[in-house]
């Protein structure tokens, strides 16, 4: 299997993270894909490419216009703001708050946002960009004939919705590639998120659509962030009623039940018959994982990984979260190995 | 003018802000109501009451039930999950979010908060009910016959929403002082919102309604907190259309222009005739103040003082914010002062 990578990842570097009132250090943080992309190394998995260089257009295809210039823009008026920290939303706008009238940094922070655990920093917008055209990279691999491919990607991307970034996300990269299968002939598409948190950016991005399907497994968001989104009764709206599946579960989920859920999942998949597969490859189910719930081994990611190439679709792999940064590398390239094999 | 004040505000002793992308000492501060008090026995400006008991209803008459269980029980639920920074909101339902499913304390922060500025820790509901207390003290004075009394509250209120915490309020004790009126059979309330930040939350409180009247003047939301609301063109809804008004100001603004805003709000008073005049008091626009961009000096608290005297309405004064802590007393006191002589 192919691998696309950038290392301007790096770029991405933040100090801070507001986590349980503190500002910490990030668990999303550069060294994350580095391992992945030593193990890659070390496995063999397959050649490591560069990212082309795709048009800004395909990011616009999901992201409201607006939304995409305050994260290229949103560093410097920052900076000249003055602010000492990184910039995190400190006010967002109620319900009723109507439409967009102040153009201050914070008041766009805080439009432009789900969530205060992220503080957009240095870098950042190039960091996405850059994740951005891994994920198309590795989808032209993909939509050229190959079986797979494995998208390093690095920020993660699907908890950022059309136009808004948090949860560590800025530019959903498993939308944009979807977006790119339909946009060069495609008729349906489905995502599989099996990060260990609901991809609630992507879920909203196509939620009113029957072309993409977008399944879930994930922590019960009655405990487990993002909290207000990821409940099994969301299955869609309008057109896209019945092309939303959920799978929430609980705490101290041990493979077996995780894997029943896949089954499940891959079922519902083969039923829609899709052109193409994207897994947005969080591996945060991790029983050592420092902020998820779930007791995977990194056996069970071999395992797995060979249970998804059952689908027998065209794959793209695109990496999300895992923050048990040591083994990291193992489990990511074990779902892939194991896909490889299965 | 008699003053009721409680020393439990000294319970909101929070050690962290969200301020610029860093965790500071907060401005909200018990040196803040200190000051006040010892100006206020300094200059002799009347008798200091301690606060009688009012029932919790009153507070009901306001604010959402759930949201009052969730201010009692924040801090322990918080600290049970085992978070070691104070409860600060990382997340926030979207406007699509739907109904209220995740009983987790990170959920009910994301609900029940407007900003995530401002941190829950020991003592911040005792601190609010008694500042809440305070306010309905002083409201029976002057119900009782006293011309004006002075309600030396902290925490402040205005920002504070039927639902919603945020910019240091969790109780709004202006709206609860004029219900209060109300249900002791007034017919019409003005509150007159002279903080430098806009009284969102009591303007959102009373939006639909026509038997309070809410006037904020405040620094220009284009470019100051709270950003979303505090527009000249926001006027009330429904019923209340025509009930709020508001008078944003730019940068720099300077007495005579500010004075001029208020004379405009104080003929609209004068046309509603009112049976009672809540003035949510904050002396933050001062010229020195660290988080404001007005600048008024301390004689020009002493004249406008005098100037709401005008009114010659039965008033009750809220201490809001004002975080100019050596000169808050004074500047305090001279609008008080101001009002007895004027």
């Known amino acids: 299997m192919h691998t696309v990578y950038s290392a301007e990842h790096r770029l991405r570097d933040p100090r801070t993270e507001l986590h349980g009132g503190?500002?910490?250090?990030?668990?999303?943080?550069?060294?994350?894909?580095?391992?992945v992309l030593e193990h890659v190394k070390q496995?063999?998995?397959?050649?490591?490419?560069?990212?082309?260089?795709?048009?800004?257009?395909?990011?616009?295809?999901?992201?409201d216009q607006r939304y995409i210039q305050f994260l290229q823009t949103c560093w410097n008026d920052w900076q000249a703001a003055g602010y000492?920290?990184?910039?995190?939303p400190y006010i967002w706008p109620l319900q009723d708050a109507g439409e967009f009238r102040s153009e201050d940094i914070q008041a766009r922070l805080g439009y432009f946002a789900l969530a205060s655990d992220t503080a957009v920093s240095d870098g950042t917008w190039?960091?996405?960009?850059?994740?951005?055209?891994?994920?198309?990279?590795?989808?032209?691999?993909?939509?050229?004939?190959q079986e797979s491919a494995f998208a390093l990607c690095r920020p993660p991307g699907h908890h950022a919705t059309t136009d808004r970034f948090g949860g560590y996300c800025f530019v959903n990269n498993a939308a944009i590639v979807a977006q790119a299968f339909l946009d060069q002939g495609a008729s349906r598409v489905?995502?599989?998120?099996?990060?260990?948190?609901?991809?609630?950016?992507t879920q909203s991005i196509f939620y009113g659509r029957s072309d993409v399907m977008v399944l879930s497994l994930h922590g019960d968001p009655r405990v487990a962030f993002p909290y207000f989104?990821?409940?099994?009764?969301?299955?869609?709206?309008?057109?896209?009623e019945g092309f939303t599946a959920n799978y929430p579960l609980?705490?101290?989920?041990?493979?077996?039940?995780?894997d029943d859920a896949l089954t499940t999942a891959l079922r519902r998949i083969a039923a829609y018959a899709p052109?193409?597969?994207?897994?947005?490859?969080?591996?945060?189910?991790?029983?050592?994982?420092?902020?998820?719930?779930?007791?995977?081994?990194s056996e069970h990611f071999t395992r797995y990984g060979a249970r998804l190439a059952t689908a027998k679709l065209p794959t793209v792999f695109l990496m999300e979260g895992g923050y048990a940064t040591e083994e990291l590398g193992l489990n990511t390239t074990n779902v892939l190995r194991g896909f490889e094999g299965g």
Do not use: K
């Open 43 to 63: 496995c063999a998995l397959g050649p490591v490419l560069s990212p082309q260089t795709h048009s800004l257009d395909q990011i616009l295809r999901i992201h």
């Open 250 to 258: 609980p705490r101290n989920t041990e493979f077996d039940q995780w």
């Open 84 to 88: 000492a920290g990184e910039a995190i």
């Open 229 to 240: 989104t990821g409940y099994a009764d969301e299955t869609g709206s309008g057109d896209g």
């Open 126 to 145: 190039q960091a996405a960009l850059a994740s951005a055209q891994v994920a198309l990279t590795a989808q032209n691999l993909v939509a050229s004939g």
């Open 22 to 35: 503190e500002l910490v250090a990030p668990f999303e943080c550069p060294a994350r894909a580095e391992m």
């Open 275 to 297: 052109d193409a597969l994207v897994i947005s490859l969080g591996v945060d189910t991790f029983i050592n994982d420092p902020i998820s719930f779930f007791r995977l081994q």
């Open 190 to 201: 489905a995502i599989l998120d099996v990060d260990f948190h609901h991809g609630n950016g």
